[in-house]
């Protein structure tokens, strides 16, 4: 389980933006800003944040489905960017993505086995014969029936429809896979069903999941371990149990509490609540980023930023990491 | 509850849509009070009729294609039903608003805050514009906005997700409705600024004595926020209880597996699989014989392919759509 499949190294990503008249002023959005992790074989590692923390761009970086803007990715202790184009288009059938809109991310003018046999055609799997039982083959795995291969999306409800952007991630036998909010856009019943088949097909396929999403309750029961972003920072890493139980940082224990209780037993619980809005990723404010909606700040919040330090096998980016 | 206490009734509600392949029914029958600021959910899956519920009783669904019709709505002692749509349309953001999903497409991107959040006052009330600003101004403090003052004149981009959110609420409330219906009020949000919207409803119904009608798929805030809750499937509703009721005695196959199915924050991965209703919500316009669960139910039984339940009460304003809780279910 220790063995490391993927990792960064101060991996950044920045979009330069022009602001001002005639975009004369440029500036610059650390969407993803010096990110070092560590995903083990086998495991399910959650990114959780909110809206614009930058998650799913680190997630298409690591795949380099954007280019890094700093940084290095390993995989297997290979560096991603310094491979050439075609070893890494060879690269590419081990590292996949599942999408979060199952109505978007299907082209809705192909048949359902059109879309399966795109990823197998282009690193040339085999003859047609070979490729049309490896489609059959791949709806099996993902619980659809065989007959459903001459089906164009439409036909299929957003369960369905999710369950064919899981099978065509996984037509080239990838050992990394990245979920972008992978289930955020099912409803609940729907999704227990897809988590289970995730869950089923890591144990047959030995995957390792990226599992990219903004719902704790998911990640509670998903995931071995658990990173925490804010504005481009990693703010936060360490085991789920960990996590869930004694959250470090402050705005990770802001995050948990927000999270409403399906039990109205414990309406009337104390919950710390976090007040006013992010701040700009245009304008980051100076020290920690989290210092202006932080109610534990200090002066050294506001001068220096805190770099993720190990703190009994859990690390934190923070000067004053909570006891509990 | 006494009748005093109600402040709307509906009775029977149904809303009809033309389709190419005939009407479908989209709400069915459903029938339910809301007692004077008591927060009632109404929660369900895509497609099992909560919004259209919600657009029907605030007289805001097109026709054509749909058609409304109840028994009876009553609102403070007035029948919705029976009013015509300009009678309809002095009721609506007076007596009961709306706040809806999506903040940026529910907001008018060319009009200013103070434009959009002072309309209703302009169309039901005779204040001129330097009092109606004084009025946007003083809700826009009660929602919590930020720097009420430099809001006033900004356009919708200008503002963050929760403070659109804000805006919309501070809309849906300028007039002092007697009720607001929320639609996913928070679903677009971040789980922070939901938390933030969330407690600011229950403030404003403490303050105010709003009711609330909120409608969700998340039974989290269901349990956060609701007095009593209605649960729907395939346009019926299939459960109607208090809310502790409802989560700790679930009486309908279909809410006992959505409970099993949400994941839950304050509890431990397993390496069990999570539990699931087996089957998708079916085709309204294909909706099987009997009971409409009964393909996905795992306590089906013979009649149930046959015959629809009737909402059976189990005491306590307690009730709940299945032959497991019927006598002649139990006879059969």
Redesign the interface.
Same mark, same amino acid.
């Given at each position: 389980m220790s063995d490391v499949l993927i990792s960064t190294a101060g991996l950044s990503k920045h979009y330069p933006v022009g602001t001002g008249f005639f975009r004369s002023q440029h500036k610059v959005i650390r969407a993803v800003d010096g990110i070092d992790l560590e995903i083990r074989e086998r495991e399910t590692f959650a990114l959780v944040g909110e809206s614009g923390c930058g998650k799913t761009t680190l997630g298409r970086v690591m795949l380099r489905l954007i280019e890094r803007t700093e940084g290095a990715v390993h995989y297997r202790g290979q560096d991603l960017h310094a491979l050439d184009e075609p070893a890494m288009r060879a690269m590419r059938k081990k590292l996949q993505i599942v999408f979060q809109d199952p109505f978007a991310s299907l082209n809705p003018r192909k048949r359902v086995k059109d879309i399966l046999a795109e990823p197998l055609r282009a690193h040339a799997y085999g003859t047609r014969a070979e490729i049309e039982e490896r489609c059959g083959e791949l709806l099996d795995m993902v619980g659809l029936r065989r007959q459903l291969l001459r089906r164009y999306p439409h036909q299929f409800s957003g369960g369905q429809r999710q369950r064919i952007g899981i099978a065509r991630a996984l037509a080239n036998n990838p050992e990394f896979v990245v979920c972008d909010e992978a289930v955020s856009a099912l409803d609940v019943s729907i999704q227990a069903q897809v988590l289970n088949l995730l869950r089923d097909l890591q144990e047959q396929l030995k995957l390792t999941y990226l599992f990219i999403t903004h719902d704790l309750s998911v990640v509670r029961q998903f995931a071995d371990r658990v990173g925490v972003m804010f504005l481009g920072r990693m703010v936060e890493v360490g085991t789920t149990e960990e996590i869930f139980a004694k959250p470090r940082h402050p705005y990770t224990m802001f995050l948990m509490s927000a999270v409403p209780r399906p039990d109205p037993h414990q309406r009337n619980r104390e919950r710390p609540l976090l007040t006013g809005d992010i701040p700009s990723p245009m304008n980051l404010p100076s020290g920690c980023r989290f210092h202006t909606r932080c109610p534990f700040a200090q002066a050294i919040c506001r001068n220096e930023e805190p770099a993720l330090s190990d703190r009994g096998g859990h690390t934190v980016a923070c000067h004053f990491p909570l006891d509990q | 509850m006494t009748n005093r206490d109600i402040l709307l009734s509906v009775r029977n509600l149904r809303t009809e849509f033309k389709t190419l392949n005939g009407p479908v029914r989209v709400v069915d029958g459903v029938s339910f009070d809301v007692g004077r600021g008591r927060i009632v959910g109404l929660v369900g899956?895509?497609g099992s009729g909560k919004s259209i519920t919600a657009l029907s009783l605030m007289g805001l669904v097109p026709s054509p294609p749909g058609t409304v019709s109840a028994d009876s709505i009553i609102l403070d002692g007035t029948d919705l039903a029976r009013l015509n749509s300009d009678e309809m349309r002095r009721k609506r953001g007076r007596e009961v608003s709306m706040v809806f999903q999506e903040p940026m497409t529910s907001l008018n991107p060319v009009k200013t805050m103070v434009q959009q959040v002072g309309e209703p006052l302009a169309i039901h009330t005779n204040l001129n514009k330097r009092a109606i600003r004084e009025k946007v101004l003083q809700m826009f403090e009660t929602v919590g906005i930020?720097e009420p003052k430099a809001r006033l004149d900004v356009y919708p981009h200008q503002l963050?997700g929760?403070?659109r959110q804000r805006a919309m609420i501070a809309m849906g409330l300028i007039c002092e409705p007697k009720l607001l219906i929320a639609d996913e009020p928070t679903t677009a949000l %971040? &789980?922070? /600024? *939901? =938390? *933030?919207i969330?407690?600011l409803m229950m403030a404003l119904r403490e303050r105010a004595g709003t009711a609330i009608i909120m409608i969700t798929? %998340?039974?989290? #805030?269901? =349990?956060?926020m609701c007095d009593e809750v209605n649960v729907m499937y395939a346009g019926q509703i299939v459960e109607q209880a208090g &809310? @502790?009721d409802l @989560?700790d005695r679930p009486s309908h196959p279909y809410t006992r597996?959505?409970?099993a199915?949400?994941? $839950?924050? /304050?509890? $431990?991965? /397993?390496a069990e699989?999570?539990?699931? #209703?087996?089957g998708?919500?079916p085709n309204l316009a294909k909706l099987p014989a009997g009971c409409r669960f009964h393909p996905r139910c795992g306590d089906a039984m013979p009649i149930c392919k046959l015959k629809q339940p009737e909402l059976t009460d189990l005491g306590n304003g307690h009730k709940a759509r299945c032959w497991l809780h019927d006598k002649e279910g139990a006879k059969a």
């Open positions: - | 899956e895509s930020p963050s929760g403070l %971040d &789980v922070t /600024t *939901q =938390a *933030q969330l407690r798929h %998340d039974l989290g #805030i269901i =349990a956060e &809310v @502790f @989560f597996g959505l409970l199915s949400i994941p $839950k924050a /304050t509890e $431990k991965r /397993t699989r999570l539990n699931s #209703i087996p998708v919500v």
